[in-house]
């Protein structure tokens, strides 16, 4: 998987370091110094980061050749029954969304510091074993800003926890299409893949979302019957991560607009959220924003070049905390229908974010709702890891594949059997 985009976003490059044992930047006090990396040295010497990448690439690759092996199997059910179809590419999307908890709980343990505002109350809870537990809608538009590579991975792992991990769908660069295996089995999935061209991407993106707007009545649809299909679509509105590059972008479209450039995001383009809206309207209640920070990124620094895949996943050095704010928009209240309104909506949510990240810069934590009364009050912050719900849930990935090889094995043993009797009849 790769990082997210949104209609009408411009494609900005970035960089990206791999390896970044000191880095330079401007400390709280504006002074710029040489600092260690925020997680402290490297926990792995090259052999064990051999070895690492080596079992890690194997579970990866032979998990991703299971699910998309069980997609395949699966895949002649669209022209028998589409409510059972549907029904199983959901499942096998659980099982990805189980594969990436797992790969992040064992190579990258990292404290998870969840909070949110008074519209969250009742939403983000805290279950006995530590696990958090979201009651998030079965329906939603869920935006974001966009920080690292990785930002997609713990928010799948969100709707994971809201056991949601199945019906998540994610707008992507089309190029992510021709992967070998990853690519046909996104398709299954059914993520919406752009060229970020507006002229030829806006079809495509009414088709995929007219078909979110659709009723089946397999395992896995709706609640009630005749009720709308669950649905979690993630936008990136920034359309990139943050980076050295991305901010330098954003500065020139800022001084284009004239308008105030961000200092801890990237200036959002609210057409592709404006168009999603517009298709799924009467369909969802609430928009969700969450604002990501990562624990020990310095003022002027990038968390893409402090924790990049190899620090994370193979030297042993992933975030000390990855904290996230949440809070929920009544889409009746978001003005979709005036471009003019949506653009200033779209940037007040992202002002605000850059709020929210300079508080963070300097407290290291983002607010926490604690007000209310016993039973209403907020939950303030939840810690905790990701982790799944059950160790042995790891095994869903492989049943479906197992257990059609052993059933072909069987049905080919009767075979054989059956032909061998016939030649001594």
């Known amino acids: 998987m790769a990082q997210s985009t949104t209609e009408g976003s411009r494609q900005r490059k970035s960089n990206s370091s791999a390896d970044v044992h000191d880095t330079k930047g401007d400390t709280p006090d504006g002074n710029s110094a040489r600092s260690e990396h925020p997680a402290g040295p490297v926990q792995h010497g090259r052999f064990v980061q051999v070895i690492r990448m080596l079992l890690l690439g194997f579970y990866f690759s032979a998990s991703c050749l299971f699910i998309h092996g069980a ?3 699966g895949a002649p059910l669209y022209f028998i029954n589409r409510d059972y179809f549907y029904a199983y590419m959901a499942l096998t999307k659980q099982h990805f969304g189980l594969l990436i908890t797992t790969i992040t709980q064992w190579c990258s343990p990292t404290t998870i510091r969840v909070s949110g505002d008074e519209s969250m109350r009742g939403q983000l809870n805290k279950a006995a074993d530590g696990r958090l537990e979201c009651d998030f809608p079965e329906r939603l538009v869920l935006i974001a800003n966009h920080q690292i590579y990785t930002d997609w991975l713990y928010l799948w792992w969100i709707a994971y926890t809201s056991h949601m991990h199945g019906h998540i769908y994610i707008i992507l660069k089309q190029s992510l299409k021709f992967v070998p295996v990853i690519g046909p089995a996104m398709m299954f999935y059914g993520f919406i893949f752009v ?7 806006q079809a495509r993106i009414r088709y995929r979302l007219r078909k979110l707007n659709s009723r089946h009545q397999g395992p896995m649809s709706g609640p009630t019957e005749g009720a709308l299909d669950p649905m979690w679509l993630l936008l990136f509105p920034e359309g990139t991560n943050l980076s050295e590059n991305t901010r330098k972008g954003s500065a020139r479209w800022a001084e284009k ?5 961000l200092a801890h995001c990237i200036l959002p383009r609210s057409t ?3 168009f999603c809206l517009q298709e799924l309207r009467g369909t969802l209640e609430w928009v969700y924003d969450c604002t990501i920070a990562y624990e020990g990124v310095p ?3 990038y968390g893409q070049d402090l924790y990049a895949l190899r620090s994370v996943y193979l030297q042993g050095r992933p975030p000390k905390s990855v904290n996230m704010y949440w809070r929920r928009f009544k889409v009746s209240d978001i003005p979709f229908d005036d471009k003019d309104a949506m653009e200033q909506w779209t940037l007040q949510r992202w002002r605000e974010k850059d709020h929210l990240l300079e508080q963070f810069l300097q407290t290291g934590r983002f607010p926490a ?17 990701v982790q799944p719900s059950n160790p042995f849930e790891i095994l869903q990935i492989f049943v479906p594949v197992v257990a059609m090889a052993l059933i072909g094995n069987i049905l080919i043993k009767m075979f054989n059997l059956m032909m061998h009797g016939r030649l001594y009849d």
């Open 299 to 301: 003022r002027g620094q």
């Open 369 to 385: 709702d604690t007000a209310g009364e016993k039973g209403t009050q907020g939950a303030g912050h939840i810690e905790t890891e």
């Open 272 to 274: 592709g959220l404006q």
């Open 257 to 261: 607009q004239g308008i105030k450039n």
């Open 71 to 73: 997609q395949l199997l």
């Open 195 to 201: 060229a970020r061209k507006w002229a030829t991407d």
